[in-house]
Structure formats: C-alpha cells, structure tokens
C-alpha cells in the first residue's frame, strides 16, 4: 500500500481518492496549473495530475473517562459501553495525537 501522506508528489490517473476527505493536498495538473484544496473537494475519477499530502487528516481517538463513587477515574480507550461498566458516570473526550 503506498503512503500518500509522505510529502512527495504522486501522479494520478483517476479511480478513488486514495486519501482521507479531509486531508489537505496540493495538485499539480500536466499544463503546469497548481491549487490546494481538501482531497474531497477534488475530481480523483477521471482527472490525470499529480498531488501530494500537505496536511493529513487524523481522527481524532476517542478515550471514555470514567468516576467512581469512591472518586476514582479510570480511562478506556474502547467503547462506551467498556467505560460503563460499574461507574457512575462517564465522559467522551476527543484527541488528536501527532
């Protein structure tokens, strides 16, 4: 699988984005013509140019931060329902870690 996130300059020939939506690339048609734009704002089914990453897009992950009645915390980076076991209250929180 190629790593289009590397920083180079990829050419292109059509078919699926091969980045997430929200990454930012840049792009480069075969006449010279240069634009930025987010990966899925862009043409990637039949447009031939090159383009290469300049900000990747990360989800964010999702840590569930439990309380205790005893006041004790516990973190579960899993699922809501894992975080809920035997609490009495809980909390979403989003990060983006680069």
């Known amino acids: 699988m190629t790593d289009y996130s590397d920083g180079n300059w990829h050419g292109w020939n ?3 984005c091969p980045v997430h939506p929200n990454s930012r690339i840049e792009a480069r048609e075969w006449s010279g ?3 930025t734009a987010d990966a899925g704002d862009c043409d990637w089914t039949s447009m031939a140019w090159w383009f ?3 900000k990747e ?3 964010p992950r999702v840590f569930w931060v ?3 009645s005893n006041n004790a915390f516990g973190d579960f ?4 329902e894992a ?4 609490c009495d209250r809980i909390a979403c929180h989003r990060i ?3």
Do not use: L, P, Q, S
């Not at 980076?77 to 809501?80: A, D, H, I, S, V």
């Not at 975080?83 to 035997?86: F, N, S």
């Open 14 to 16: 059509g078919g699926e």
């Open 33 to 35: 013509t240069r634009w």
């Open 52 to 54: 290469r990453v300049i």
């Open 57 to 59: 897009h990360r989800e």
């Open 66 to 68: 439990n309380e205790y």
């Open 77 to 80: 980076n899993t699922t809501k």
């Open 83 to 86: 975080a809920d076991y035997h």
């Open 96 to 98: 983006v870690i680069d």
